[in-house]
């Protein structure tokens, strides 16, 4: 029991925080053997034990720390960098087809356009020219 205890203060003591490395833990063990709380054939399981706890609470420290941040990005309402980079593509891949719609209704009004452009501009021409000519007749009668 009192074994038990000791391993739990070393570790609660600060260790939780860090990652604990294979040779902080030999020699916290060793100190646990030259105070007799540790016999000597027992002192590699306790090296393991706390490596062990060490990975655990450095894991469970990192999924608190995670989870904080998670929680504050989302209060803040932003928005993770793989959305935001997927909606970028979303919006490059509605570009390019729009440019490309354009493109093929731009065409064929640019061979229509090409081709005819003074038969349509005659019949204009013909009918701005027509209210001139009853104009000019109706002045000639006066």
């Known amino acids: 029991m ?25 020699a916290i063990v060793r100190d646990l053997v030259r105070a007799g709380e540790v016999q000597t054939g027992d002192a590699r399981q ?4 706390l490596l062990d706890r060490s990975r655990k609470n450095t894991d469970n420290l990192m999924k608190l720390v995670r989870d904080e941040v998670n929680g504050q990005v989302a209060r803040l309402g932003l928005v993770p960098k793989k959305d935001l980079d ?13 440019a490309k719609s354009a493109v093929k209704s731009a065409a064929p009004a640019a061979k229509k356009a090409a081709a005819a ?26």
């Open 2 to 26: 009192a074994q038990t205890d000791l391993l739990k203060r070393y570790l609660d003591a600060g260790v939780a925080f860090t990652q604990l490395t294979q040779s902080k833990a030999e």
């Open 46 to 49: 306790r090296v393991e034990e």
């Open 86 to 98: 997927a909606v970028r593509r979303e919006l490059a891949d509605l570009r390019a087809a729009q």
């Open 117 to 142: 452009p003074v038969k349509k501009a005659a019949p204009a021409a013909k009918k701005a020219a027509a209210p001139a000519k009853k104009t000019a007749k109706a002045a000639k009668k006066a």
